[in-house]
Each structure stands twice: as C-alpha cells, then as structure tokens.
C-alpha cells in the first residue's frame, strides 16, 4: 500500500478531519437514507455485513451498519483508514495471507473478518470520510468486475446522500442565519429609535421655548431660523416614530386594541388633525362617510386615514380635491382616499407599500416624507385582517381603497 | 392657576426643558428629582398634585418608582402621568393608577395642556 502522496501528511489529515467535522454526521442518528445503501451492498455483493464508515482521529464510526452489533472501532485496527489512502476500491481477499492485517483484532477475534472490499467516500468538499465497504468471514478470491461496478456506484449514491445531508444544513443555517440578522436589524432600529428620542426631546423642546420667548422676544431673523429648526426637528420625530412603527408592525409587536370603532368617526378625526395643513396647501377635502362599524383600534386606524389623506395632499396641485368616502360593501367596511394628482405608472404602484418606496423614485423625492407611510397604512390594516389596494395611471390621480371586516356582520 | 408638579426623568436636560415650559409657560411650581430613590423621597415629603414620571430610567425605573410612590400613604391616590419615548402605555400603567402618557419628545408649548388633559385640570 502506498503512503498518500501528499507532500505534508499531517496537514492534509488535518484538513481531513476537519471537512469531517464540517459534515457533522459522526455520532448522528441512524439514517434511513444510509441504511438503504448498505443494504443494497449486503444484497448485491452477498455479503454478511455491508458499513459506511467514517474515519475519525483515533476510531472509525458507522453511520450505517448491517450485519455487525458495533458502532465503532479503533482507527488502528479499521481497514477503512487503509482503504482512504486513495481512490480505489481496496480489496483484501484473505486477511490471513495479508501481513497487514493478520494480526488484526478484528481478524483474530470477532467478527473474524477474512475478505474485505471497500471504496472509499469523499465529502461535498472532495475529502475522502470513510468507505462503502462489504465484509465476509469467509475469504474471497477477488471482487468480479460487476460487483466492483456495484460498489463504485452504490459509493456515488452515498456520496450523493452526503451532498443532500450538506446542502439541507446549509439551507437551514441560512435560514437561521437570515432570521437573526432580521431581528438584529429590527432590534437596531428599536434601540436607535428609543435613543434618538432623548437627544431629540432636548432640541425640540430647546427650539420651542426659544420659539416661545421663555428666553426673550427673538429678532425676526433669528425667529425665522428657529421655526425653520422646529420645522426640520418635527419632520426628524416622525421619520424616527414611523420607523420605530414598520419595525413593530413588521416585528408583529404593535399592540392593535379590539373595539369598535365607526370607520366614519375615524375620518372625522383624521380630517380634523390635517385641517391647518390642508389650509397650508390649499388643498379642499369632500368627505362623504356613513357610519360602518369595523373592530379594531381607533388611533392606529385615524393613523392609516392620516397617512393615506397626507398622500393625497403631497400629490394635489394647489386647490386641488382630495376626496375620502367611507361606505359599506357587504361584510366589508370600505374607505377610499382619492386624489386628481399627477399619478403613478403601474411599475411604481407595484412597490408603493414597500418600506421606502419613495427613496427609489426620483420625482416624488421632493415632496417631504419618510418613504413609510404607506408601509405603516399596509401594517396597520393588514392588521386589522383588512387589505389595501391602489388605482392609479399617469395625469389621472390615485385611488387608495382599504377593506376591513365588518364588525358584526358575519365575518 | 398655580399647580405643584414633580418631575422625576434622569436626563438633566429633560428636566430642565420640563421644569421650564411648564413654569414660565403655564405658571406652574415644579420641583424635580434625577432618579426614582430621590423621586420617593421628593413625592412624600412635597406631597405634588401631580407626578410627571420618566419610564426608562437606570436603578429604579419607572414602574418600580411608581410602585414604591403607591406604597407611601401620602402618595398613594397621587395622579401620575408617564412622560416615555415610547408611543403607548405600558401594561403595568392601569394596575399603578397611571393617567396617561406624554410622548418623548414633546412640545414645551403645548406639554402643560397636554399634562391638564390627562388629569382633566
């Protein structure tokens, strides 16, 4: 038998044993997947014990076993760690005539192994594991040609299994992987979100009692600069509370009360918050609701009705209508927020509910927002077991449509 | 009308923004205190109408200060309302007789209002 031909032995042994404990099936269960080669090997090959072994540092482990009440060996005494030397089927057809393992404890005592056949397994990573190899307690004059054939393929069906045993661990650990780096992402925006607050509560309030006078009566100039400082610091506040929101409702953190709530009460109020900024942008809103009781929670509700008005707003031309109706539709309460905007091709409408969708297209980007509010508004009424849907196409305005189950009404 | 408030937040900052807005902008006579252990003390031997109670808070946070406030005679039917970054009550506010919560950050100019609409002043 020939040593490897590896220049540095140890270190190939080494990186040997490594690539076996990245296969991690030493000391695993037995398989069904395994158990069904070797007993293919048994049948074929007419042999009494049929193993697949894996050669670890001091021992070789069955993964799978038949016809031998054993797990495991020394590696001194394994025929296995001969056989890994090279690629080939090693075949040791009378282990009494065979100086290397005459003396053998497996040859001299139980199970007193005379003939042995095995090919050797490499991993996914193209290292050679252990062996396929079929064992008799009688010897043998040589491996025929079609039990060779047999052997070799039933040893690319074990390797083959190894590649499937790889690749659904892989899969798992991406998963895994993929799951804790989104509740590290969501836990990064929580923990900024709540520390962005402090520093922020000083400056807003700072800003508001110099805006107040708390500190004397402010030249025009420097007014001006303050309100320009209120202004910026708000629109900061909200994008960390809309964030700190996608990340709950995203999170399904966000706790929803469960009352009733009237869809039309919930316009009113959303209507009457937004008043002075539609006065600011001469928009008009026509509001047509009749009361359609949903259940849920009324100031996350007021939320998507705010949200989905001050899109229309940030979209209206001076003077232009926003129109919002509230009706009943079946075992549905339905809200519509409609616009005479400038309107969004289908490519945009696509990906309008996304979290920052707006920060993708250029056009909108002058219009101030966070590129969350309808992110929220899908959150929020996604929910509430509603849905939520835009009309829109270019020159024409947008219609958003939200859909909740009526309460009490046989949903 | 001249209320007695304790504002109990351990960011000086915070405190100073709170004690003024709701002095020099609503008149009121605020005393303040930088931790829960000194907030205790303050609350019973002041006796404030109203306590405004930071909820994150390092030692004694915000419930465990509001639980040792309840536990005092003098302070238990003692109105308090939550000044926290966080948007929403929290589940121990009800079992501890919270009126309400101001949201972090505020507006000094309307925080006095806000504070009247919570006790119903």
Sequence with gaps: MTATTSPQPEAAEAERIAALRALALLDTPREERFDRITRTAQRLLDAPIA????????????????????????????????????????????????????????VTTSPYIRFYAGKPLRSPSGHRMGTLCVIDTEPRADLSDADRAALTDLAAWAELEFSVVAMSRAVTERDELRGRVEQLKDEIISVTGHELRTPLTGIRGSLGLLAAGVAGPLPDEARRMVDTAVRNTDRLIRLVNDMLDVERLAAGSMPIKDETVDLADVVDSAIEALAPVAAEASVTFDVRAEPVAVSGDKDRLVQVVSNLVDNAMKFSAQGALVSVTVSADGSSAVLKVRDRGCGMPPEQLATIFDRFAQLDSGSARSRAGSGLGLAIVRGIVEAHAGSVSVESSPGEGSTFTVRLPRRGNGS | MTHRVLVIDDEPDIREITQLSLERLAGWHVETAGNGVDGEAMAVRERPEAILLDVMMPELDGEATARAIRAHSETRDTPIVLMSAATQLPEWAAELGVRGLVAKPFDPMTLADAVRGHLNW
Excluded: Y
């Design chain 1, 51 to 106: 193993l697949i072994t894996l050669v670890d540092v001091e021992r070789q482990w069955f993964k799978s076993c038949q016809g031998l009440g054993i797990s495991e060996t020394p590696r001194s005494a394994s025929f296995c760690a001969h056989a890994i030397r090279s690629d080939d089927i090693m075949v040791v057809a009378d282990s009494h005539l065979d100086p290397r393992f005459v003396d053998n404890p497996l």
